[in-house]
């Protein structure tokens, strides 16, 4: 039983997806710290500058002081250390420019998969088509049949049937005549004298 179990658990972990989504698990969390380290070293020191406090993670407010304590908290750390109420603003920030950077990186790969995805099905749809119509019945036939499996009738072979090494139909051949069942229904009885 418990081995079943780990041979169960094993296809499971081993199936494509399971590990697809394991390596971008990784990736992304990579990603995250290198975009926390752009955020935090890079964006944030000159807007830091310009509104007068050089590490912007230690933009906070105060709401609440601790008794007895009086003066400004250097930092954030100070401030939680002496046990203070505040709002951080500056982490919030930080937060917030981080999801964009990450979210605009996520978008630009989104963009990108489904420009190669849209490529890939405009040559699909760009490909030779593989039936046809019939024109007795209407129904969607194999390219190359020279006869329809619905109504039976004889089919002009297609020109990239005769590639294939079908043989056209003979001259000979009887046409069937537009308007007239083409082929007999089967289990009727035909009607007597007395029925009619």
């Known amino acids: 039983m418990l081995r079943s179990f780990f041979n169960e658990f094993k296809k499971f972990a081993m199936r494509g997806n399971v590990i697809d989504m394991a390596v971008g698990i990784i990736i992304g969390a990579a990603f995250g710290k290198i975009v926390d380290s752009l955020v935090k ?61 990450i979210a605009f990186a996520v978008f630009l790969l989104i963009k990108g998969i489904n420009k190669v995805q849209s490529t890939l099905d405009s040559k699909e749809e760009a490909a030779s088509p593989t039936t046809r119509e019939c024109p007795y019945c209407c129904e969607q036939i194999p390219l ?53």
Not at 151 to 168: D, H, I, M, N
């Open 41 to 101: 070293d890079i964006i944030m020191p000159p807007i830091g500058l310009l509104i007068g406090s050089m590490d912007f993670s230690n933009l906070f407010f105060v709401l609440k002081d601790v008794p007895g304590h009086h003066g400004a908290y250097a930092s954030l750390a100070q401030a939680a250390q002496a046990g203070a109420t505040t709002l951080n603003v500056g982490n919030f920030l930080n937060a917030v420019i981080s999801f964009t950077i």
């Open 144 to 196: 190359a049949a020279i006869r329809c499996p619905h109504c039976t009738s004889e089919l002009e072979v297609v020109p990239s049937a005769k590639k294939r090494g079908r043989k056209p139909l003979s001259a000979e051949a009887p046409a069937p005549v537009a308007g007239a069942p083409a082929a007999k229904k089967r289990g009727r009885k035909p009607k007597t004298r007395s029925e009619a």
